[in-house]
């Protein structure tokens, strides 16, 4: 991805990033060479937001996971994918139950992992809220605790 190739002081935000990351994951009916294309905008972007410290937000590891779930095979490779990026959502505290869900249709023995390494069993984490009372507190520590649909935006 190139940015800012007419403007050099044009820079992606996090939203920019976000929202390409969730227009990959929606690339819906895609045929196998349209899905690999959209999975390699989707890690580039990803990439890209953490190397350009740029601050993202528990939606962009949940609309990356999602992508991954919905254009990558079950692989060693999609696996690799999965585990950095959950890494990446730990290390910068935006894992939630939705986060996990995610991690679960991606990588169920990634999930399970996990789930272990938190001293959970995979019958008791079927409670989300339960599950999302377990994680370590700085997996979670900047997520939000209250999710609004109904979003306002300012305009100047």
Known sequence: LTWG?????LKPDSLTFKWLICACKGGVGADTPGKRKLIKIA????????EGHVCPDEEV?????GACVRH????????KIVMDAFAL??????????TMSYLHLASERTYEAVL????????VAKDRTILEDALP??????????HNSNLVFMMD
């Open 61 to 65: 590891y949940h609309f990356f996971l």
């Open 116 to 123: 272990k390494k938190i001293g959970m069993d995979v019958q």
């Open 5 to 9: 190739r007419t403007n050099p002081d």
């Open 43 to 50: 890690i580039e972007a990803f990439r890209n937001l953490h």
């Open 89 to 98: 959502c730990c290390k910068n505290g935006f894992v939630t139950k939705d």
């Open 72 to 79: 990558l095979p079950p692989s060693p490779e999609r696996e």
């Open 137 to 146: 507190p700085t997996w979670k520590r900047n997520t939000r605790k209250k």
